[in-house]
Nanobody, 115 residues
Framework: QVQLVESGGGLVQAGGSLRLSCAAH????????MGWYRQAPGKQREFVAT???????NYRDSVKGRFTISRDNAKNTVYLQMSSLKPEDTAVYFC?????????WGQGTQVTVSS
């Protein structure tokens, strides 16, 4: 059984920074894509960023230049460095990992940006 454990969320003022982490535990091998999604109150879950096993990254337009996704394959961990945070970044952030057969989701971590 695979479990993704997230950490790093919290409350920050606008313009501040946070770093999210997500580590996979259990029998998961050859993780292809790792990524982050978010869901704000009353809205659908939306894509934030992904990174492939080869290191290629993709970001939603609104976070480009402010967020950086990275991964540590030896630790089965994905990170999201968030800078210049805005109130509209407030959401529950979920990590996702894909091993070419299944998608695995984290439980979510709250990020709140105050104005």
């Amino acid at each position: 059984q695979v479990q993704l454990v997230e950490s790093g969320g919290g409350l920050v003022q606008a313009g501040g920074s946070l770093r999210l982490s997500c580590a996979a535990h259990g029998s998961i091998f050859s993780i292809n894509v790792m990524g982050w999604y978010r869901q704000a109150p009353g809205k659908q879950r939306e894509f934030v960023a992904t990174i492939t096993s080869g290191g290629s990254t993709n970001y939603r337009d609104s976070v480009k230049g402010r967020f950086t996704i990275s991964r540590d394959n030896a630790k089965n961990t994905v990170y999201l460095q968030m800078s210049s945070l805005k109130p509209e970044d407030t959401a529950v952030y979920f990590c996702i990992m894909n091993d070419r057969r299944n998608d695995y989701w984290g439980q979510g971590t709250q990020v709140t940006v105050s104005s």
